[in-house]
């Protein structure tokens, strides 16, 4: 996989920056606007093509961020305290996966039903997300995380009590609250609290966290089923609520996000506040030192600018929504759910040994996880993202033939490949883009936008999943997926502009310059 994505890239890297000026800029003739040499040039950067700098930023490499300066040490323990809320997520998808061999057999539970126990959580999580983004600019980052953790707790200790399939369905809703406002919250607090040649590995933190949650879900779910109690799937689902107070509890020791203070309160006391919580001062001129994000943080806006977006925006809301779109039409989170029953269909009859592949999966999507956050910030989002998407279509093709031919190891083999893959490319850079693309004055309603859609979408493919496997077969199921990560390929190959080393404010720059030349291509077509 690791060669075929290296290959993919050195291919792409050749011609992706002259493919995408030609389609933002073919058409335009030279009685509209005569183009130079350095506007060429300027264009191919603000795609991220060879001639591509970091806008005079020192390149990050994962060595300094375990280096022995104050500024990596801060960054790192609060990027990790606060990553750790996303783990909520993970537990529960691989939790599940395990307890729902179990609940199923108790309260007798069809396909359909066994969807509805899923596709709740991701249904409420919609509402979560939401909510978040109202409350996010008015109370801050930090305080909406505590509060869902609060909610994935109690959910937790419901879901573990419930006595029947109605008390387990409002059990899970309620935890869905709490894990949608996370999922929307964690990467903009540490996308607005680190420096910007951080921002990719330390963002992709995100999807890091849930990956240990689905690696410890997963070996819950193992060693747990190995046992001869009776209420396994309740001891399951009920640990949930410890990693939900360890993180309340870690998240005292967390600023408020500097970006939000200096939006509410001006820079002065954002400096305050931001410095008393030990970060040092060149994390403090590099965060609070803009004038021009100052002045852009002075100018208050909602919900109404998403429905009359600027070209700059609009282009902006495209790609930030699809990315969040895409990740969930990959499938990783019904097949996640899923994986027991597939494997039985498949031909693995054994509980046990359905649940040690699972937790193999788990430890695939770690290690996978751990890699693209060390090299994202080299190699790129855009790169990654297309690379991903190419092979997680392979995956899925792999997977369809293996179900008509009957061939247990190749199917086994491409699970695994496919939860690396999606690992390695839409987990952790999904999140990262998400929280880079959208303009800070408006983020926090942009990204729960894009969440409530990325569990809309996660929602849809878990409610229907079993019913389609039904219907169409699992090979027909796998093959129509893989149809769709060739088109997320498409689209990021497409639309999607590199967005490494540059600042948040210089993102929103670098989307209103390539509206811009959108505008003028359409001229010239005129």
Not at 194 to 200: D, E, F, Q, S
Not at 256 to 261: D, G, K, N
Not at 396 to 412: E, H, K, Q
């Amino acid at each position: 996989v690791i060669l075929g994505q290296r290959t993919w890239f050195a291919i792409t890297s050749r011609i992706e920056g002259t493919f995408l000026v030609t389609v933002f800029t073919s058409g335009m003739s030279s009685g509209v606007h005569s183009r130079t040499a350095d506007e060429d040039a300027a264009e191919v950067a603000l795609w991220g093509g060879e001639t591509m700098v970091l806008d005079g930023h020192q390149e990050f490499t994962i060595r300094e961020l375990f280096a022995s300066k104050h500024e990596s040490r801060y960054v790192l323990l609060v990027s990790t305290i606060a990553a750790l809320n996303s783990a909520l997520l993970g537990y529960d998808v691989s939790i599940m996966s395990a307890a729902l061999v179990f609940i199923r057999r108790e309260f007798q539970m069809d396909d359909v039903c066994e969807e509805l126990v899923s596709g709740i959580l991701n249904a409420a999580a919609i509402l979560g997300a939401l909510l978040g983004g109202l409350s996010m600019n008015a109370h801050g980052r930090k305080h909406v995380i505590a509060l869902a953790c609060a909610f994935a707790g109690i959910g937790s200790v419901l879901s573990g009590a419930a006595m029947g399939i109605k008390s387990l369905l409002l059990a899970r809703a309620i935890l869905g609250l709490g894990i949608g406002s996370v999922v929307m919250a964690v990467p903009v607090y540490i996308a607005e609290v680190v420096p910007l040649r951080m921002r990719g590995c330390l963002v992709s933190l995100t999807e890091v966290a849930i990956s240990v949650g689905v690696f410890i879900g997963f070996f819950a779910g193992w060693s747990i089923g190995l046992t001869s109690m009776t209420w396994k799937w309740r001891l399951m689902v009920g640990v949930g609520a410890l990693p939900a107070l360890l993180n309340l509890m870690l998240l005292q020791a967390l600023p408020e996000s500097p970006r939000w203070m200096m939006m509410r309160f001006g820079p002065k006391l954002a400096e305050e506040r931001f410095a008393e919580s030990g970060a040092p001062a060149e994390l403090i001129r590099e965060i609070l030192g803009s004038k021009a994000q100052q002045e852009e943080l002075d100018d208050a806006a909602g919900w109404r600018e998403m429905l009359r977006p600027t070209p700059g925006l609009r282009l902006s809301l495209l790609v930030g929504l699809g990315i969040a779109v895409q990740q969930q039409m990959s499938g990783i989170e019904a097949v996640m759910y899923y994986t027991p029953m597939m494997l039985q269909r498949a031909g693995v009859r054994s509980e046990n040994a359905q649940l040690f592949l699972m937790l193999g999966m788990g430890l695939t999507k770690l290690v996978a996880t751990l890699w693209s956050g060390a090299i994202i910030d080299r190699v790129g989002r855009r790169p990654l993202l297309v690379g991903g998407s190419v092979g997680i279509a392979l995956c899925y093709l792999v997977m369809s033939a293996s179900y008509l031919s009957g061939w247990l190891l190749a199917c086994v083999g491409s699970f695994h490949a496919f939860v690396a893959c999606y690992a390695m490319s839409l987990g952790p850079v999904a999140w990262v883009t998400i929280s880079e693309v959208f303009p800070t004055r408006i983020r926090a309603q942009c990204v729960a936008m894009a969440v409530a859609i990325n569990r809309a979408t996660s929602a849809a493919c878990v409610l229907c999943f079993l019913s389609l496997a039904d219907v169409m077969t699992p090979a027909g199921l796998f093959f129509l997926l893989s149809i769709g990560s060739t088109g997320a390929a498409v689209f990021f190959y497409a639309l999607l502009p590199e967005t490494r080393g540059r600042s948040l404010e210089e993102v929103e720059q670098q989307f209103a310059a390539l509206a811009l030349c959108a505008a003028r291509r359409e001229a010239g077509e005129v």
